[in-house]
């Protein structure tokens, strides 16, 4: 190893180092956020069906099959960030992102170019989906590698913390595409724009990510693990990942259903205005900002476990009940009161459980481990969440039926962390599996 890579000149744990790193997930975030706020559009633009559900259908079954490729890119480049290092896969996945990315920004529609839009689109998602796969866990275990002792849950917040930015800003461009296209320009080609605007913002961030520097806990790690090593340490954990999985699935669940869907669930369900639903969602996405860190933070004081069951406990008695009181009456008002409660349920058990998450993989295998457990959560329950909730209301002629997704997802995890934390000597194993401290 050369010196300079082993030496670095400074302790890379301040605010500088946290922009750098979370810069990236940002804009893997942004996109996917469009992807669903533009699904409308998008499904005129490459799926032409004999519906507007077929066509929707259709869109958001493109939009999950990203998140099929999570798994694979969790265990292919979460091995190459094991053995190689966190900064050098950090700036892979950047780069595999952005091809994604451009694909769905310059793909021409059906229209004009026949099968082959829908063939080239779902290529960019896959590719995006590859990317995704390892981007959060790289994310997430370099920010718990270089946070200092006892606020390992406030730094690694801001993996979250980033894409709530990214929702954000995309509501904003979105709202301010509305105001001032009409809606027929926005379908046609208006939607387009903040995609180009993510492409534009790719190389500058490409350069700031650069200047990340490696953090002491790799450096310091006695063995790199070959990418064979990498798969029997996943298979040897099993037990482990799946509990991670299962803790995971609250988190993907709740996150696509209140930003992903709102835009879709408010125009299509409940027959709001685009801004209104645009401006619901920003109000998300800074609810969300909020709650992540402090209750990361707090998690740091007083435990994951207490946050965790608290959530998990009060997503499973009230998601149904208030997704049932805001369809009986819609409004902008009540929709609004609906997401930021649900906002304070995502955001707190978000805050305490990814940090619990970087904590109770082994450190030998922490970034592929958690990497698939997040995907494998993500490709089979939060991915498909605007698919599964437009298909429930199709079937069910339910409008609240996505609160019964939501129910049985913190159902799932409310289990999980009862077993986490319930566990004999589980206290042990997850101290025993923590970052160096300080590293």
């Not at 037990?239 to 996150?255: A, D, E, Q, W, Y």
């Not at 997704?405 to 159902?411: D, F, G, I, N, P």
Request: charge should be positive; include cysteine; charged fraction near 10%.
């Amino acid at each position: 190893m050369h010196s300079s890579t082993a030496a670095p000149r400074a302790r890379p744990s301040g605010l500088g180092a946290v922009v750098r790193v979370t810069s990236g997930n940002f804009i893997e975030m942004f996109d996917f956020f469009l992807f669903g706020f533009y699904a409308t559009a998008i499904a005129k633009a490459f799926f032409p069906a004999s519906s507007e559900y077929a066509s929707l259908m259709l869109t958001f079954a493109t939009f999950g099959a990203g998140f099929l490729m999570r798994p694979l890119g969790a265990v292919v480049l979460g091995a190459y960030v094991d053995r190689m290092g966190r900064r050098k896969g950090l700036l892979l996945t950047l780069a595999i992102m952005a091809v994604g990315t451009a694909l769905v920004a310059f793909v021409p529609g059906y229209e004009t170019i026949g099968l082959l839009a829908p063939a080239l689109v779902l290529i960019g998602r896959l590719l995006q989906g590859l990317s995704a796969g390892v981007e959060l866990g790289g994310v997430s275990v370099y920010l718990a590698e270089i946070a200092p002792p006892g606020r390992r849950g406030f730094y690694v917040s801001w993996q979250s913390g980033s894409q709530q930015l990214a929702i954000v800003v995309s509501a904003l461009l979105g709202y301010g595409l509305n105001q001032w296209l009409d809606k027929a320009t926005v379908d046609a080609w208006g939607w387009r724009i903040p995609f180009f605007v993510g492409c534009l913002i790719i190389p500058a961030i490409f350069v700031i990510r650069r200047s990340l520097q490696e953090t002491e806990a790799f450096l310091k790690s006695p063995h790199r693990p070959s990418f064979g090593e990498v798969l029997r340490g996943l298979v040897q954990h099993r037990r482990t990942v799946l509990l991670g999985t299962l803790l995971v699935v609250m988190t993907t669940v709740s996150f696509y259903l209140i930003t992903v869907y709102t835009p879709t669930f408010g125009k299509s369900v409940l027959k709001l205005s685009t801004a209104d639903s645009l401006m619901v969602t920003l109000a998300v996405g800074l609810s969300n900002l909020f709650w992540l860190p402090v209750m990361g933070g707090l998690s740091d004081r007083i435990g994951r476990a207490p946050i965790m069951i608290t959530t998990t406990l009060l997503a499973v008695l009230s998601a149904y009940p208030a997704m049932s009181w805001l369809v009986d009456a819609p409004s902008v008002q009540r929709m609004l009161v609906v997401e930021l409660w649900l906002s304070f349920l995502y955001g707190s058990y978000n805050g305490a459980t990814i940090v619990a998450l970087t904590e109770l993989i082994p450190s030998h295998i922490r970034t592929s481990g958690f990497s698939f457990a997040y995907s494998l959560a993500t490709a089979l329950f939060g991915g498909f969440t605007p698919l599964l909730s437009t298909w429930l209301i199709e079937t069910t002629g339910n409008r609240a039926a996505p609160g019964l997704w939501m129910t049985l997802a913190a159902a799932l995890s409310l289990c999980a962390t009862l077993w986490a934390y319930g566990r004999r000597g589980s206290t042990r194993e997850l101290a025993a599996a923590q970052p160096a401290a300080g590293a």
